[in-house]
């Protein structure tokens, strides 16, 4: 059963992203942007999901494939992906589920759990209240959704010409300018709050930040594998408080 319902949702989801593309036109960027995401998402949930031995495996995955689906109303209303800015897209995509029969295939409480899941998929903190399923499947949707966006941002910000600002969030992209607080909040085990940030420098501490923190060991060993901390720190300015803080991240990061 399962495996055809996610396929189904798949395709559904697929043809919703093409329908706000296709009312874009030449801004439809931004939706193929968050659409292709959503499915490496989708595929890193998986692989995590197997390493983890997480179950119902339907109810993670359901998540992690719609975890921002309210990011399409969003830009097509504002023109940002900058929650701050806008709307917060966890409740933008929960109450569009809520409201509509996206999840009538899954049973009352299977769908509670996967609207609460987008809901709080972006927060800073998860409430303490959440029941433990929930909190799980977040967790999973939260790793899963942060080894993606660090891959995205970095081949933005790695490309030859302007930086594209709704990726960069606007910041200002001075290469050796940064937040000297940035650094004290990332080496305290931390994590800046985008509204916190001014410089694209920033915006890189914050990416790495996020290694140590993520959840479960599968997508720890993900983020060392693939090099995110390297690839980071070789973009920022040559430092020595930068390469100490690199190998405290590093420590973290292997434990």
């Not at 329908?19 to 949930?45: C, F, M, N, T």
């Not at 339907?58 to 109303?73: E, K, P, T, V």
């Not at 966890?90 to 996967?114: N, Q, V």
């Not at 994590?191 to 940030?197: D, F, H, K, M």
Request: overall charge negative; hydrophobic content about 40%; some cysteine.
């Amino acid at each position: 059963m399962a495996p055809g319902l996610l396929r189904q949702m798949r395709v559904r989801f697929l043809d919703m992203a093409d329908e706000y593309a296709g009312r874009l036109g030449e801004r439809r960027e931004h939706i193929d942007l968050k659409r292709d995401h959503s499915l490496r998402v989708y595929a890193l949930a998986t692989k995590i999901v197997a390493g983890e031995r997480l179950a119902p495996s339907r109810l993670y995955l359901a998540a992690a494939l719609l975890h921002d689906i309210g990011r399409f109303s969003q830009f097509e209303r504002f023109g940002t992906y900058r929650d701050d800015e806008s709307v917060d897209h966890g409740d933008e995509g929960a109450d569009f589920l809520r409201g509509s029969d996206f999840l009538e295939a899954f049973a009352a409480s299977e769908k509670d759990c996967i609207v609460n899941a987008v809901r709080q998929h972006n927060k800073r903190v998860l409430p303490a209240d959440l029941d433990p399923l929930t909190r799980s499947v977040c967790e999973l949707v939260r790793d899963a959704d942060k080894l993606d966006i660090v891959p995205v941002v970095l081949s933005k910000m790695m490309a030859d010409g302007p930086r594209d600002p709704v990726v960069t969030l606007g910041l200002v992209d001075a290469p050796e300018a940064w937040t000297e607080s940035m650094v004290d909040v990332v080496a305290s085990g931390r994590s800046p709050a985008y509204n916190e940030l001014c410089y694209v420098n920033d915006f890189k501490l914050l990416l790495a930040s996020w290694g140590p923190k993520l959840v479960h060991g599968t997508s720890r060993r993900i983020f060392a594998g693939r090099g995110y901390l390297d690839r980071l720190f070789d973009l920022l300015p040559r430092s020595g408080r930068f390469a100490e803080l690199k190998v405290r991240l590093a420590d973290q990061l292997d434990r």
